[in-house]
């Protein structure tokens, strides 16, 4: 999971930046606990930096509207969110209880800016005992105990995948975090391991992996003919029963999609009524994905479909003879384990997180190797497989949804601001 999960170019411009906090009532101060009080069994007022999550959220997004959602939930937690000006909307319901400080600029580099000199004395006045910056970084001289999320090490091990800009800015901000934040969590032990590789590691280091949202990400469609209904609003090609092969992401380097184009048209002869769907926005470097698809000459059975409203993507998924995930490199690879959820068939990359979430209820490939993938595509579309039959991987699949859930999830991050808390206080 990138920083352009988080902060890509789906992402639509907010309203310009006041000068002053737009806030939701404070609690009172008596409820205000401070970081030495706020041990085991206490209620916790955390601040959650939401700041950096687009209008049209993918990746990293999707965990920090997920996390800020169970936090809202729970009896043992006081949050207080930390948004851009002009977002509130999308925020307020997560905390009627609690508190939200709309004050970041809408633009990045002034966010970025903000951030260190100005988010600190705000969660100060807010009386938040821990702060959770989920995207990397965190502010100068944070005045409570910060823990910091990690998504992934590829600024340091690929950094041909990123902006230049970028890969200074998230480097140097990993760099601190591992050194400075009380604790960091990362989404998988692929990435924890990774940080360890490269970085000084003075902080708590705490895995908690995504969940799922299993009452959308299901097998079930929601009634008869809805996702039919759902695929034909998307391209009209989608809704002839089809065998479909589907990718879901930002199209970027660390995705391998021109691999994919390949094996597929490695395929394509054999299967005539196969269509591949391509379903994400553009990314940084995502003129390779075109280059790709125009040089196969197979365009008109490859549906681009751009971004995806977040409610159709499981009826792709559900409708998918399988879901192909041929990234090179991720921090934890969220639409892997929503194909699991829909029952769909996975095929995605040896040695990567995604094989540390689905293990044996995936078909495994090199990462991007063409013709192992050409010969997968081959045998899932003739209705093969490996070894291991369709049904047992899909049962194996529905066993580890059920061990990833968000509920579970947000109870490690709040194990981990307590722990935050009497390694500072």
Do not use: N
Not at 141 to 165: C, G, M
């Amino acid at each position: 999971m990138s920083a352009d999960a988080v902060e890509g170019t789906q992402a639509t411009q907010a309203t310009p930046a006041a000068p002053a906090a737009q806030a939701a009532p404070a609690a009172p101060a008596a409820q205000r606990h401070t970081a030495q009080s706020q041990g085991d069994g206490e209620t916790l007022r955390v601040a959650l930096d939401v700041s950096a999550v687009p209008d049209r959220p993918v990746g990293a997004g999707h965990y920090i509207l997920q996390l800020a959602g169970q936090l809202s939930q729970r009896p043992d937690v006081d949050l207080v969110l930390c948004s851009r000006v002009g977002d509130q909307d999308r925020w307020v319901p997560l905390v009627p209880a609690g508190q939200l400080l709309a004050a970041a600029p809408a633009a990045r580099p002034l966010r970025l800016v903000w951030e260190q000199l100005r988010l600190g004395p705000l969660v100060a006045s807010s009386g938040a005992a821990v702060l959770h910056g989920p995207h990397y970084t965190m502010p100068r001289r944070p005045p409570v105990p910060s823990v910091v999320t990690i998504h992934d090490l590829s600024f340091f091990e690929s950094p041909e995948w990123h902006e230049r800009s970028k890969v200074l800015l998230f480097r140097r901000a990993i760099t601190r975090a591992a050194r400075e934040a009380a604790v960091v969590v990362c989404p998988s032990q692929v990435t924890a391991d990774a940080l360890r590789r490269w970085c000084q590691v003075d902080a708590e280091v705490v895995v908690a992996p995504h969940g799922v949202d299993a009452t959308r990400f299901r097998p079930e469609e929601p009634t008869p003919g809805a996702d039919a209904s759902r695929l034909a609003q998307i391209d009209l090609r989608l809704a002839g029963g089809r065998p479909l092969l589907v990718f879901v992401g930002t199209l970027e380097p660390r995705k391998d999609v021109p691999t994919l184009v390949a094996a597929f048209s490695a395929v394509a002869s054999r299967h005539p009524d196969a269509f591949l769907v391509l379903a994400g926005g553009r990314g940084w470097g995502a003129d390779a994905v075109e280059a790709a698809v125009v040089s196969s000459g197979l365009g008109r059975r490859i549906v681009r479909t751009g971004y995806v409203d977040d409610e159709a993507i499981p009826a792709l998924l559900r409708s998918a003879t399988a879901v192909v995930y041929p990234s090179l490199y991720e921090g934890f690879g969220l639409p892997a384990l929503e194909a699991l959820a829909c029952g769909s068939p996975l095929v995605t990359t040896k040695g990567t997180a995604m094989e540390e979430v689905a293990g044996a209820s995936a078909l495994l490939v090199p990462p991007g190797d063409v013709g192992a993938l050409a010969e997968v595509l081959d045998g899932v579309l003739d209705g093969l497989g490996d070894d291991r039959s369709a049904s047992e991987r899909r049962s194996l699949g529905f066993d580890i949804v059920e061990r990833h859930t968000w509920k579970r999830s947000a109870e490690i991050h709040v194990a981990a601001y307590r722990t935050a808390i009497r390694r500072q206080g």
